[in-house]
């Protein structure tokens, strides 16, 4: 190495300024990763499968791009060199050529790490090896990279963060850079320069409203997750997004609590990353995954996440504001039983501080559509009446009636 490059490669890790690769995720990132369901049982075989699954059921034709490989895919030493090691017996072909064929899909590929000496499986950590990953990231055409953070006592966050952030960008392929750090230390309040996306909780659980004890750590149920950080949202927007983790719709959940999951991730303007075993999803499960106007919701431009507007006996009504003054009404049921709607739009006038949405509709006329139902609900003139069966929500879409 030179001496100019030497220089430029300090200087690179010791400016901790911005350096995310810019004009990435300006809608929250679409895609499916391999943890939830598979751990780190993944292979070559594997991998192309679900890419062909994902053009075939619909899935990338609705905005899914990413596939990314979570914790297992590399052996378990570095090189002579250092250099991260596809496992020869899970990818005999190396990672290129599974980034080819996820290429030639028309999809995008992501992979896996952890700022700590080791991954949160055993395998090679990034810590001390972060330019030298993020070369080998770009030569391997690799476009996501997940970023977690297990074993990295002593390690300051917010510097391991923008270290790799630094290291992707002087490696100079363009990647987008997920920050898998739990919300232990709220990036949220530093993320924006040096990720597209935070994770705000500990892992997920396959289940709508339970806590899983793992002894150690807990992972937690859907409606968990939700409650966790009401007081974020104004962190989240176009190019940094507020992660409530990858999803379980059709992973564990019947139908009606995958549509309430899938619909509060798209409320809630997360990241909608599949991780379920989509080469047997059933019909519904796909509907749910596709569902164009759904997903119009989350990738809508403004980028605002939805807010806590009401919760009643068991019932919560969620609102998210919309391109156009136009808004997202979600009422979601977390009994286990049916419960009745009557909801007078005249005596709720809607403000939000972070969006300055301000509606009051005694004197504002709004159309409104059952997004599920996919049929007109009459406007907002009008009580709105409803029943949201178990575990289960109502979305509604208004617009305004110029």
Same mark, same amino acid.
């Given at each position: 190495?030179?001496?100019?490059?030497?220089?430029?490669?300090?200087?690179?890790?010791?400016?901790?300024?911005?350096?995310?690769? &810019?004009?990435?995720?300006?809608?929250?990132?679409?895609?499916?990763?391999?943890?939830?369901?598979?751990?780190?049982?993944?292979?070559?075989?594997?991998?192309?499968?679900?890419?062909?699954?994902?053009?075939?059921?619909?899935?990338?034709?609705?905005?899914?791009?990413?596939?990314?490989?979570?914790?297992?895919?590399?052996?378990?030493?570095?090189?002579?060199?250092?250099?991260?090691?596809?496992?020869?017996?899970?990818?005999?072909?190396?990672?290129?050529?599974?980034?080819?064929?996820?290429?030639?899909?028309?999809?995008?590929?992501?992979?896996?790490?952890?700022?700590?000496?080791?991954?949160?499986?055993?395998? &090679?950590?990034?810590?001390?090896?972060?330019?030298?990953?993020?070369?080998?990231?770009?030569?391997?055409?690799?476009?996501?990279?997940?970023?977690?953070?297990?074993?990295?006592?002593?390690?300051?966050?917010?510097?391991?963060?923008?270290?790799?952030?630094?290291?992707?960008?002087?490696?100079?392929?363009?990647?987008?850079?997920?920050?898998?750090?739990?919300?232990?230390?709220?990036?949220?309040?530093?993320?924006?320069?040096?990720?597209?996306?935070?994770?705000?909780?500990?892992?997920?659980?396959?289940?709508?409203?339970?806590?899983?004890?793992?002894?150690?750590?807990?992972?937690?149920?859907?409606?968990?997750?939700?409650?966790?950080?009401?007081?974020?949202?104004?962190?989240?927007?176009?190019?940094?997004?507020?992660?409530?983790?990858?999803?379980?719709?059709?992973?564990?959940?019947?139908?009606?609590?995958?549509?309430?999951?899938?619909?509060?991730?798209?409320?809630?303007?997360?990241?909608?990353?599949?991780?379920?075993?989509?080469?047997?999803?059933?019909?519904?499960?796909?509907?749910?995954?596709?569902?164009?106007?759904?997903?119009?919701?989350?990738?809508?431009?403004?980028?605002?996440?939805?807010?806590?507007?009401?919760?009643?006996?068991?019932?919560?009504?969620?609102?998210?504001?919309?391109?156009?003054?136009? =808004?997202?009404?979600?009422?979601?049921?977390?009994?286990?039983?049916?419960?009745? =709607?009557?909801?007078?739009?005249?005596?709720?006038?809607?403000?939000?501080?972070?969006?300055?949405?301000?509606?009051?509709?005694?004197?504002?006329?709004?159309?409104?559509?059952?997004?599920?139902?996919?049929?007109?609900?009459?406007?907002?003139?009008?009580?709105?009446?409803?029943?949201?069966?178990?575990?289960?929500?109502?979305?509604?879409?208004?617009?305004?009636?110029?």
């Amino acid at each position: 190495m030179n001496k100019l490059i030497y220089l430029l490669v300090l200087f690179a890790m010791l400016d901790t300024s911005a350096q995310k690769f &810019p004009g990435l995720a300006l809608t929250p990132p679409l895609g499916w990763n391999s943890w939830n369901t598979f751990q780190t049982n993944i292979n070559e075989k594997l991998v192309m499968e679900i890419a062909d699954k994902m053009v075939s059921s619909g899935m990338k034709d609705a905005g899914y791009s990413y596939l990314v490989l979570d914790d297992g895919w590399m052996a378990k030493e570095r090189d002579v060199n250092g250099n991260l090691v596809a496992d020869p017996l899970k990818f005999p072909n190396g990672m290129k050529a599974v980034a080819d064929y996820v290429h030639a899909k028309g999809l995008k590929f992501g992979l896996y790490n952890c700022a700590g000496t080791k991954t949160c499986a055993g395998y &090679p950590g990034t810590r001390g090896y972060e330019y030298n990953d993020a070369r080998w990231y770009a030569k391997n055409e690799v476009d996501f990279l997940k970023y977690d953070w297990c074993n990295t006592e002593g390690i300051n966050a917010k510097e391991a963060y923008a270290t790799m952030s630094n290291a992707i960008k002087t490696a100079g392929r363009e990647m987008l850079f997920s920050l898998c750090e739990w919300g232990d230390n709220q990036p949220w309040l530093w993320g924006k320069e040096i990720g597209h996306m935070w994770r705000i909780s500990g892992d997920i659980y396959n289940c709508f409203d339970c806590i899983k004890d793992h002894g150690t750590w807990k992972s937690w149920g859907v409606t968990y997750i939700i409650d966790l950080h009401k007081n974020i949202r104004q962190y989240s927007g176009p190019g940094h997004w507020n992660d409530f983790d990858m999803m379980e719709v059709g992973h564990g959940l019947n139908v009606n609590e995958s549509r309430a999951h899938f619909s509060m991730w798209c409320m809630l303007a997360s990241p909608l990353i599949a991780g379920n075993d989509i080469r047997g999803m059933d019909n519904q499960v796909q509907k749910i995954l596709t569902d164009k106007d759904m997903i119009a919701i989350n990738q809508d431009k403004r980028g605002v996440q939805a807010f806590l507007y009401q919760q009643k006996d068991s019932v919560d009504i969620w609102i998210k504001p919309l391109s156009n003054e136009n =808004v997202a009404v979600c009422f979601l049921n977390r009994s286990q039983n049916p419960v009745p =709607v009557n909801y007078n739009w005249q005596l709720n006038p809607v403000a939000d501080s972070v969006s300055k949405l301000n509606i009051d509709f005694s004197k504002e006329l709004y159309k409104i559509s059952d997004v599920w139902q996919k049929r007109s609900a009459g406007n907002t003139k009008k009580i709105f009446k409803g029943v949201v069966k178990p575990h289960d929500v109502i979305v509604l879409k208004l617009e305004g009636e110029k």
